[in-house]
């Protein structure tokens, strides 16, 4: 049984500003956690803005991470040499959890659907982070979609 919704995620999430409040609310448990705190050790406030502007992108939003900041290969070079653990990708999803339940609409299967990119990510997330900074990684191709169904 399947349980089909019309539109994208973007909207139902309700837009750039909710996503602005869940990566706030989300990097504020990360710089407080012992597991997490490490990885993020060159964290700036500018990077909750791109976080939102990448998840908005995501979602079926405007594809501002695209034009403005670099796409999806911006994105998995910025990931590479953090040697990300599993322990820490398991944490990472534990708060983001939190403030997918805290900042996003009560919505079981929106929130469900948001946590599946999220574990899907953060998987892509930690093999890159395998590599060393400045690796090449070739033409990941386009910034991934990501919608009622999973990935587009």
Do not use: D, K, M, Y
């Given at each position: 049984m399947s349980d089909e919704r019309s539109g994208n995620l973007y909207d139902a999430i309700g837009g750039i500003d909710a996503l602005r409040r869940l990566s706030n609310t989300f990097y504020e448990g990360v710089l407080a956690d012992p597991v997490l705190a490490p990885v993020f050790a060159n964290f700036?406030?500018?990077h909750i803005e791109h976080v939102a502007v990448w998840l908005g992108e995501i979602f079926g939003g405007p594809a501002r991470f695209t034009g403005e900041l670099g796409g999806h290969q911006s994105l998995l070079r910025s990931h590479?040499?953090?040697?990300?653990?599993?322990?820490?990708?398991g944490r990472w999803m534990e708060l983001m959890g939190e403030a997918v339940r805290k900042e996003l609409p009560d919505d079981e299967l929106l929130r469900r659907r948001v946590l599946e990119y999220f574990d899907w990510g953060t998987k892509i997330a930690k093999d890159v982070s395998a590599a060393p900074a400045g690796a090449d990684l070739g033409d990941p191709g386009p910034t991934p979609r990501w919608g009622w169904e999973g990935l587009k």
């Open positions: 700036t406030t500018t590479l040499g953090l040697a990300i653990t599993e322990e820490q990708r």
